[in-house]
């Protein structure tokens, strides 16, 4: 964020949360043609707050998964406002197989404010699904482009978002835990909630220069929500540069591998720092 | 010569294992340090010589006190095998997050640490393993970058050893003042692990207490064989936000070390006292080739 910047990282954090945000549910409408919904994760449910699918782009199938709120109280209620349980990482775990199997790439949407946490859920295992998820996702030999649209919380969000690029729209936020529970952790104090999401450094600005991300995408002024049109034209544009990007690279596996194997090995020390 | 290796590793984790003892346990007996210690859970009063010699499990009602990251490599590996590995590895403060550094300072200070993992190449039952040990009383045992660089290296070192690979969680997740760097070690750790595996590498995973967040959500989750301390807390979201969440109270039990046997998440719930030769057990069965013909 520069000094002139006029949005501060807490109205970001209310724009990224805002109804109307532009979710996965828009971008199947949006951006691809002829799509087909993958439903359930073949052991017991289906969860809705797991999208995913295939879809042509631009004439071209790809797989497309994402996390989804839903987009009245009915389907917020069923996607519980986008946390996902294992049934819908188990569904994602599918459809990254079947990507696989027919060499599509894959293109994630997110915006969850993290994994559901319920009784449920740890009983089937949530830590499990995702950490299958993130196992899946580093090795997969097709390429994978991640794009935050709006909140991108913690291990629910990386369990889609490990990328051979990721992408981040202007007014998303993406980080280690929600602001409240950030403040309620480190100073047992959830009203201090505005103060946190000053010094997590959530915003794309920030993700870039710590290399988490790799782009953003600007959004029309008072956010994508107000014009989701021009930002879905600007999200197509740069997929497309980003696919094919993606398909010169030799050994996308490897190179998600080493993407991630990198991260914040710039803040490593060997001994130097004082006892 | 190899003798002289070993009695100098074996004294050098012992000064290790007494230097974390210094809480709870003081390792000079001065004539008014009380001798007795009072076990957390029933409040008998054991002996702080018992404690010690039942590997701080509690006698009456079996209660596994938490253990020091050395202590623990000591009660797994041969005498004389351990060698630590990346000893020196910490991470800066990518948030500027006030007073953590001064927190880092202090832990450092009190838990003879320098971060929350400790990795370390031995021997167990005679054969050659890395064993990573996260330890609870540094920060929970959270996982910033330097855990999660410290886990991916001793992927990569059994890897190139060809040796398997051990990791003894208690963590409380993802480390929040390191912030998003934190949640990517998720990915670097998972990898790394996923990595190692397919290359036909043996990882046991041992769930200890407590064992949630982020690393459940990877590499704790992801062992060949998943090993449990009883009674361990093993979970992804915390007890109290799922309460708060769904607006009831937990039945007893839930998210330990048993409860995920029962739903399939953990191989074997392992005592103290076992863990040893259950490791040295599945070192040995996985042995190329199986077990040796003259022990059959
Ligand atoms: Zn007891």
Redesign the pocket.
């Known amino acids: 964020m520069t000094r002139s910047d006029p949005v501060t990282p807490a109205q970001r954090v209310a724009l990224a949360r805002a109804p109307g945000r532009p979710g996965v549910a828009g971008a199947v409408k949006a951006l691809f043609t002829d799509f087909f919904e993958h439903r359930g994760d073949r052991l017991c449910a289906d969860d809705p707050a797991v999208l995913a699918g295939i879809g042509l782009f631009h004439g071209r199938p790809v797989t497309v998964l994402g996390t989804r709120k839903g987009a009245d109280l009915e389907q917020n209620l069923a996607c519980r406002f986008g946390m996902p349980t294992p049934e819908g990482y188990r569904k994602a775990l599918r459809a990254m197989d079947q990507a696989e199997k027919f060499g599509r790439p894959i293109l994630t949407f997110v915006d969850t404010p993290g994994a559901y946490p319920g009784l449920e859920a740890e009983a089937r295992g949530q830590g499990a699904a995702i950490a299958a998820c993130l196992a899946r996702m580093s090795t997969l030999a097709v390429p994978l482009i991640a794009v935050i649209l709006g909140e991108g919380g913690s291990g629910g969000a990386l369990a889609l978002a490990m990328g051979n690029r990721v992408l981040m729209a202007e007014n998303a936020v993406y980080s280690v835990l929600s602001p409240e529970g950030f403040a309620s952790i480190l100073w047992k104090d959830s009203s201090r909630a505005q103060e946190a999401c000053e010094v997590m450094k959530l915003t794309a600005a920030d993700l870039l220069d710590y290399q988490v991300i790799d782009r953003v995408l600007p959004e029309p002024a008072g956010g994508a929500q107000a014009d989701p049109i021009a930002f879905w034209r600007t999200l197509d544009q740069a997929l497309t540069e980003e696919l094919r990007g993606a398909a010169r690279l030799a050994d996308p596996a490897r190179h998600r591998q080493r993407r991630f194997r990198e991260m914040g090995n710039s803040w490593l020390n060997a001994g130097k720092e004082t006892r | 010569m190899n003798n002289w290796f070993a009695a100098r590793r074996q004294r050098m984790l012992r000064l290790k294992v007494r230097r974390e003892g210094e809480r709870p346990f003081q390792p000079r007996l001065s004539a008014g340090a009380p001798v007795f210690e009072q076990?957390p859970?029933?409040h008998?009063a054991v002996p702080r010589a018992q404690w010690e010699k039942n590997l701080l499990v509690?006698p009456?009602?079996g209660?596994h006190r938490p253990v020091g990251a050395y202590r623990r490599l000591s009660l797994v590996l041969d005498e004389g095998s351990f060698q630590e590995l990346d000893a020196e590895l910490t991470a800066g403060d990518p948030l500027a997050f006030p007073g953590y550094g001064e927190k880092l300072t202090g832990l450092r200070r009190r838990t003879g640490l320098r971060e929350a993992a400790v990795a370390a190449k031995g021997r167990i039952g005679g054969l050659p393993a890395v064993v990573a040990v996260l330890d609870s009383r540094f920060l929970m045992g959270s996982m910033g970058v330097a855990v999660g660089e410290k886990i991916a290296r001793a992927a990569e070192t059994a890897e190139k050893a060809r040796v398997p690979l051990i990791v003894f969680c208690a963590s409380g997740g993802a480390r929040m003042q390191e912030g998003i760097l934190s949640l990517m070690q998720m990915g670097k750790t998972a990898a790394a692990v996923t990595r190692f595996r397919d290359k036909g590498g043996l990882y046991i995973a041992c769930l200890t207490h407590p064992t949630t967040g982020g690393v459940t959500a990877s590499f704790a989750m992801l062992g060949d064989v998943t090993l449990a301390e009883p009674e361990a807390l093993i979970g992804f979201a915390g007890p109290r936000v799922i309460e708060q969440t769904i607006g009831q109270t937990l039945p007893e039990g839930f998210q330990r070390a048993e409860y995920l046997q029962e739903h399939g998440f953990v191989d074997a719930v392992v005592p103290r006292g076992k863990m040893r030769d259950t490791l040295a057990l599945l070192l040995r069965l996985h042995q190329k080739g199986g077990a040796r013909r003259d022990a059959i």
């Open positions: 076990c859970r029933c008998k509690c009456a009602c209660f």
